[in-house]
C-alpha cells in the first residue's frame, strides 16, 4: 500500500466528493480514499496504479493528475494557482457575457410586469409574440453559451443516475426554458391559461449562479493563501561558492554539504550551518518570533529565514525537499487534506441530497398540477423549478474543509502545525492539558539562581570572587550542575583562576587547590565529611531547597564560603500559560522524571491541579491514562525522547519545536516555539476553527432546511408567498459565497 495524492479538476458540490471517493473505492487494490473538495484532492491509499485511478475517475466524469514530487512544489504551486486564474478568467468573461444577454429579457418581461406604461409600449411596439421570441433567442444564446458548463456536465450525470449539483441547474433552467418555448410556438399545446414564459428564470438562474460560482472562486483562492506564502519564503536560486567562484544555480543542483553565500536581506535557500560571518536573522516566519537571533559560526540557519545584515557563508546540510521549511509545506498541507470526524455526518448527507431534491421537486411539481390553483401547470413548474434551484449541496461540502483550510494556515503563521487535520476538533475536546516539566515548563538545563554569602568574622567573600572559585573548580569536572557554574561565570565575564590537586569525590563533591587555598564544593555530607558543620544554616538550605533547589556548600581552607543554589528555572511564560489554560476549565497535570521534592516545589509556584513525579517513560503512559479515566480526553505537551511514548499515547500530543525529532514525529501538533502559551494559543485557535465549522454547518443545513419548503410553496395556502425561481438562485449562489467568506475571518484571528 502506498499513499497516493491526487489533484482533481470537475468537483463542484458535496455530492461530487461522495462519487469521486465511490470511484475509487471501487478500483480493486484500494483500501481508503478521502476527499477534499475545499483543496480540491484526494489521498489514496492503494496498491493500484495511479493510471487505473486517474481512469476511475475519467469514467465518473472528473479529471485527476497526481500530484508533482516535493522537490517541484513550488512549481506545482504556481502552475494550480495559474489554473485557477485562468479558470477565475473565463468565469468572469462568461458572467459579463451572461450579463449582456439576459439584461434585455429581463427587462423585456419583468419591466413589463413593473411599469404598466412600458407593457403598453412593448405591447405596440412589438406585440406579445415576437417579445417572447426575442427573449427565446436571447435565453438560448444565455444557456448554449455561459450556461453551456453546466448541461455538459449536469446532464450525462443525471442520465448515468449520478445527479449532483449541475445536474439541479441544468434540470431547473431546461425546464424553464422548454416550458417557455412550448408556450411560445405551439401554446396550442398547453392547457388555457397556462401559456406563460419564464425566459427571464432560466437566463437569471444561470447568470446568479455563474456569479455566485466567480465569488467562490476568488474567496476559494484565498484559502490557501498561507501555503502559497510559505512556497514564496522559498527563493528559487542560491549563490553557490566552488574554486573561490560564485555562480547563482538552483535549488535542485545544490547537495548537502555545498558552500552558499547569503548577503544582507537575502533568503536563506536551505537548511545549513554558518561557516563563517556574523548577523541576525529573522526567523518569525518558522516560530512567529519577531525578534531576529544572533548567528555565529556553528550556528544553524533555515531555509527560508532573512539575513538581516552581514554576508554570511553558510555549508548545507538538507537537500529541498527534506528543509525544515518543506516538512512545515508538507504538514499544513497533510492537515488541510484531513477530514474532521463531523464531516462524516456531513457526507452521508450530501450524498443523498441531490436525489432527494429531485423527489421533493417531483412531489411539488405533482401536487401544484394536481390540487393548485389556476393556473395549476405554470404555478407548478415554478415552484418544482424553485425547489431545484435553492438547493445547495456546495455549502454542505465547504462548511468543514474550507475552516480547516484557513484555521490550519493561520495556526502556521502563528508557529503552530497542526500534523492532522482532525487534530482540531480533539484538542478543543480535551478536559486535562499534561505537562511534561523539564524543558516544557522549564528551560531544560540547571542554572545558577543564589549565592548566599556567609561570613566568618572579618573575613568575607564577595559574589564574584565566590563565583570564580565554584567555576573554576566545577569546569574541571564532568557532573551535569557543573555547567550551571561555567555559564553563570561566563555570563558576567569573570577571568577563571587555575586550578590544582583536582579532585572528584563520588557522590559528594569536587576540590582542588586555588592561589594556595584549599577550595571544596559539594552537597552537605561533603561538608560533614570536611569536618565543617553546616547545620547552623539548615534554614536557608531548606527554604532553597523547598523551591525545588539544588543546594551546594563552597569552602575556603576549611571554613563556609557560600551557599550555593541551582535549579532548572521555570521558563517565563509558564506561570502565565497554566493560569490561562485553567481559565479556559481545563485541569492542568504536571509529569515528570524529576524527584517528588523538586516537582512538586515547581508545582506549587505554578499552581498546578495534579503532579506525577518520579516516572519513567512508561509511567508517563500510565500517568496519561490515569488522567483519561479521572478527567476525559487528555492532551499531553512535551520535547523530549523520553516524551515520545507520552505523546503517542494521548488523545493529542502536542510536541515543543525545539524538541527531539522523535517527540515530534510521535505529535499531532508541533509547537514552533519553545513557548508554552503557544499551547494556550492552539486551544484558542482550535476552539475558533470548530466554532466557525459549527457556524458554516448551521448556516448550509438550516438554509435549506428553511427555504426548500417555502419554495415548495409551504407558505402559499396561509400568506400566499411563492418563492421566485430568480430569488433561488440568487440565494443559492450567495450561500456557498457565505460559508468560505466566514471561513476567511479566521485568517484575522489574533491571539
Not at 510559505?230 to 535549488?251: C, E, N, R
Not at 515543543?656 to 519553545?674: C, H, K, P, Q, Y
Request: overall charge neutral; charged content about 15%; aromatic content about 4%.
Amino acid at each position: 500500500m502506498t499513499q497516493i495524492t491526487l489533484n482533481i479538476s470537475g468537483m463542484h458540490c458535496g455530492s461530487c466528493v461522495s462519487k469521486v471517493e465511490k470511484a475509487l473505492l471501487a478500483v480493486p487494490g484500494v483500501q481508503a480514499a478521502s476527499v477534499n473538495l475545499a483543496t480540491e484532492q484526494a489521498q489514496v491509499e492503494s496498491s493500484a496504479t495511479v493510471a487505473a485511478l486517474v481512469a476511475a475517475l475519467q469514467a465518473a466524469g472528473y479529471k485527476a493528475v497526481p500530484l508533482q514530487p516535493e522537490a517541484d512544489k513550488q512549481a506545482a504551486q504556481q502552475h494550480k494557482t495559474a489554473e485557477k486564474q485562468a479558470e477565475q478568467a473565463v468565469l468572469l468573461r462568461d458572467l459579463w457575457l451572461a450579463v449582456a444577454l439576459t439584461l434585455p429579457v429581463f427587462i423585456l418581461e419583468m419591466g413589463a410586469h413593473l411599469i404598466p406604461a412600458f407593457h403598453h409600449w412593448l405591447m405596440a411596439a412589438l406585440g406579445q409574440s415576437l417579445n417572447w421570441q426575442i427573449q427565446a433567442l436571447l435565453t438560448t444564446l444565455v444557456l448554449l453559451g455561459p450556461g453551456r458548463r453546466f448541461m455538459q456536465i449536469g446532464i450525462p450525470l443525471l442520465l448515468k443516475g449520478q445527479p449532483e449539483m449541475n445536474s439541479l441547474v441544468a434540470l431547473g433552467t431546461l425546464s424553464a426554458w422548454g416550458f417557455s418555448l412550448v408556450a411560445t410556438f405551439m401554446p396550442q399545446l398547453l392547457p388555457d391559461g397556462t401559456a406563460h414564459v419564464y425566459f427571464e428564470a432560466a437566463a437569471v438562474i444561470v447568470t446568479l449562479i455563474l456569479l455566485g460560482r466567480y465569488l467562490e472562486a476568488r474567496a476559494k483562492g484565498q484559502t490557501g493563501a498561507a501555503i502559497q506564502q510559505l512556497l514564496s519564503l522559498q527563493p528559487a536560486t542560491a549563490t553557490l561558492l566552488k574554486d573561490g567562484q560564485q555562480h547563482s544555480v538552483a535549488l535542485t543542483q545544490i547537495k548537502p554539504g555545498d558552500l552558499l553565500l547569503v548577503r544582507a536581506g537575502e533568503r536563506i535557500a536551505l537548511d545549513a550551518t554558518v561557516e563563517q560571518g556574523e548577523s541576525y536573522i529573522d526567523e518569525s516566519m518558522l516560530s512567529g518570533e519577531p525578534l531576529a537571533k544572533a548567528k555565529q559560526p556553528g550556528a544553524a540557519v533555515y531555509a527560508g529565514t532573512v539575513n538581516k545584515q552581514g554576508v554570511l557563508q553558510v555549508r548545507v546540510s538538507k537537500a529541498a525537499g527534506d528543509t525544515v521549511l518543506a516538512q512545515i509545506i508538507a504538514l499544513v498541507q497533510q492537515a488541510q487534506s484531513d477530514k474532521l470526524p463531523v464531516q462524516a455526518l456531513v457526507d452521508k448527507v450530501t450524498a443523498i441530497f441531490v436525489p432527494l431534491v429531485m423527489l421533493l421537486s417531483g412531489i411539488t411539481f405533482a401536487a401544484w398540477w394536481l390540487w393548485g390553483p389556476q393556473p395549476a401547470l405554470s404555478l407548478a413548474l415554478v415552484n418544482a423549478v424553485a425547489v431545484l434551484i435553492i438547493a445547495c449541496p456546495c455549502a454542505m461540502g465547504l462548511a468543514t474543509p474550507t475552516s480547516i483550510m484557513v484555521g490550519t494556515g493561520r495556526a502556521a503563521q502563528l508557529g503552530i502545525l497542526f500534523r492532522q487535520g482532525s487534530a482540531l476538533q480533539t484538542l478543543r475536546a480535551c478536559k486535562v492539558i499534561a505537562l511534561d516539566k523539564t524543558g516544557t515548563l522549564t528551560v531544560g538545563k540547571p542554572q545558577l539562581t543564589d549565592i548566599l554569602i556567609q561570613q566568618e568574622g572579618q573575613t568575607g567573600f564577595n559574589q564574584q570572587h565566590v563565583l570564580a572559585l565554584a567555576a573554576a573548580l566545577e569546569q574541571q569536572s564532568e557532573h551535569p550542575l557543573a555547567d550551571a557554574f561555567v555559564a553563570a561565570a561566563a555570563q558576567q565575564q569573570l577571568d577563571l583562576p587555575q586550578v590544582s590537586d583536582f579532585k572528584v569525590h563520588s557522590g559528594m563533591g569536587v576540590s582542588g587547590t586555588i592561589n594556595g587555598q584549599q577550595v571544596a564544593i559539594g552537597a552537605d555530607r561533603f561538608m560533614q565529611q570536611l569536618k565543617l558543620d553546616v547545620t547552623a544554616h539548615a534554614a536557608q538550605a531548606n527554604a532553597l531547597a523547598n523551591s525545588g533547589k539544588t543546594v551546594l556548600y563552597l569552602a575556603v581552607d576549611s571554613k563556609l564560603a557560600a551557599i550555593l543554589a541551582v535549579a532548572d528555572t521555570l521558563k517565563p511564560g509558564s506561570a502565565a500559560a497554566i493560569a490561562a489554560m485553567q481559565q479556559l476549565g481545563l485541569k492542568v497535570a504536571m509529569i515528570s522524571g524529576d524527584n517528588h521534592h523538586t516537582a512538586n516545589a515547581i508545582a506549587k509556584q505554578l499552581c498546578i491541579d495534579t503532579v506525577v513525579a518520579d516516572v519513567l517513560p512508561q509511567g508517563k503512559v500510565d500517568a496519561v491514562k490515569q488522567l483519561r479515566a479521572e478527567f476525559g480526553a487528555v492532551a499531553f505537551v512535551g520535547d523530549g525522547i523520553n516524551d515520545a511514548p507520552a505523546l503517542a499515547e494521548a488523545d493529542i500530543g502536542l510536541a515543543v519545536g525545539n524538541g527531539t525529532d522523535i517527540a515530534i514525529e510521535a505529535a499531532d501538533v508541533v509547537l514552533m516555539r519553545a513557548d508554552i502559551m503557544a499551547v494556550v494559543n492552539a486551544i484558542a485557535l482550535s476552539k475558533a476553527t470548530l466554532r466557525n465549522i459549527r457556524q458554516n454547518l448551521f448556516w448550509a443545513f438550516g438554509y435549506n432546511a428553511l427555504l426548500l419548503p417555502v419554495a415548495a410553496g409551504a407558505l402559499y395556502p396561509a400568506f400566499g408567498i411563492l418563492l421566485s425561481p430568480m430569488l433561488a438562485a440568487g440565494a443559492m449562489a450567495l450561500s456557498s459565497v457565505f460559508v468560505v467568506t466566514n471561513a476567511l475571518r479566521l485568517r484575522r484571528l489574533a491571539l
